[in-house]
Nanobody, 126 residues
Framework: QLQLVESGGGLVQPGGSLRLSCAAS????????IGWFRQAPGKEREGVSC????????YYADSVKGRFTISRDNAVNTAYLQMNTLKPEDTGVYYC???????????????????WGQGTQVTVSS
């Protein structure tokens, strides 16, 4: 049974950086696509980034493109989200998710994931 635990969130100033980690246990992460999602109070959960398992392709929301980088290290069953040049609009609870997604299928859709972490709070404020 795959379990995911996010860490690395916290309070940062605008322009700062954070690296979120998603540690997996119970099952190898190799065969899973990994997605990062976030949710601000009163807003819908939105996809931030994802990385496929089949070809390693990545996707980024327009709002974070050029600032965030998703990566994975299957050897230690961990995925990461490097967040640079953070803005107040980036504030929210960040969730990682894992799903077995077939080759040729986009990893961007939350409905494709059936394993979710508990979330980690990211607050960007002066």
């Amino acid at each position: 049974q795959l379990q995911l635990v996010e860490s690395g969130g916290g309070l940062v100033q605008p322009g700062g950086s954070l690296r979120l980690s998603c540690a997996a246990s119970g099952f190898p992460l190799d065969y899973y696509a990994i997605g990062w999602f976030r949710q601000a109070p009163g807003k819908e959960r939105e996809g931030v980034s994802c990385i496929s398992s089949s070809d390693g392709s990545t996707y980024y929301a327009d709002s974070v493109k050029g600032r965030f980088t998703i990566s994975r290290d299957n050897a230690v069953n961990t995925a990461y989200l490097q967040m640079n040049t953070l803005k107040p609009e980036d504030t929210g609870v960040y969730y990682c998710a894992a799903g077995i997604i077939g080759y040729g299928t986009s990893c961007r859709l939350a409905a494709l994931y059936d394993n979710w972490g508990q979330g980690t709070q990211v607050t960007v404020s002066s």
